[in-house]
């Protein structure tokens, strides 16, 4: 069965300091995946996707980046960390619908 | 751009009432998904709606695509402190990636 793992599942950052989450999936090939933020509690606003490895698309232009070294492999990346940064970050996989992971509590101070 | 909106913004119950949530679009959506989310966690997918005026029942959840496809409900007969989440539409409209609903928070006081 096919499984997606992120961490941290908690994270607490000074300001300008860099960023590095990681997902992975196992139990399928060339996924495709997705990277959201969530504020509040409320809607998804999706930050990166990539249909393979090395390609990666962005869908708003911030302080953050995407990386997809490996297949399953999808990593979310900041050099310097801004307060507004803070957030639920979520990782996704998949194609007609979507499985998340447990995602992860950036807290930037 | 697609946009999917969702009422109420907010709904707080008590056990046992009835509730229907909205997922409204003027574009049309292939299919339309449903998930629910847990504070902390991610969000799980409930069910998946395809054909126009179809409705897919998960015991006590009724969910229902609209007959142009643009719109769908979701309504809970006699809630549970269990059902509390926030109920998130999307729809799949052949892009690369699904378009969400911003939430249904969903509150069931026992």
């Known amino acids: 069965s096919q499984t997606i793992h992120q961490w941290p599942a908690t994270l607490v950052q000074p300001v300008g300091s860099p960023l590095s989450l990681e997902c992975t999936v196992e139990g399928t090939s060339n996924p495709n995946l997705y990277w959201y933020r969530q504020a509040a509690g409320r809607g998804l606003q999706l930050l990166f996707y990539?249909?393979?490895?090395?390609?990666i698309s962005s869908e708003v232009p911030q302080n953050l980046s995407a990386s997809r070294p490996q297949d399953r492999q999808f990593i979310l990346s900041s050099k310097k960390l801004l307060l507004s940064d803070s957030g639920f970050y979520l990782c996704a996989w998949g194609d007609l619908t979507y499985t998340f992971g447990s995602g992860t509590r950036l807290t930037v101070v | 751009t697609q946009l999917l909106e969702q009422s109420p913004q907010f709904l707080s119950i008590q056990e046992g009432e009835n509730l229907t949530v909205y997922c409204n679009s003027s574009?049309?959506?292939?299919?339309l998904q449903w998930y629910r989310q847990e504070p902390g966690e991610g969000p799980v997918l409930l069910v998946t709606?395809?054909?126009?005026?179809e409705v897919k029942k998960l015991k006590r959840l009724t969910f229902q695509f609209g007959d142009a496809r643009k719109d769908s409900s979701l309504h809970i007969t006699a809630a549970q402190p269990g059902d509390t989440g926030l109920y998130l539409c999307a729809g799949d409209s052949g892009y690369s990636t699904l378009t969400f609903g911003k939430g249904t928070m969903l509150l069931v006081s026992p």
């Open positions: 574009s049309v959506f292939s299919s």
């Open positions: 709606v395809v054909t126009g005026g």
């Open positions: 990539s249909v393979g490895i090395g390609q």
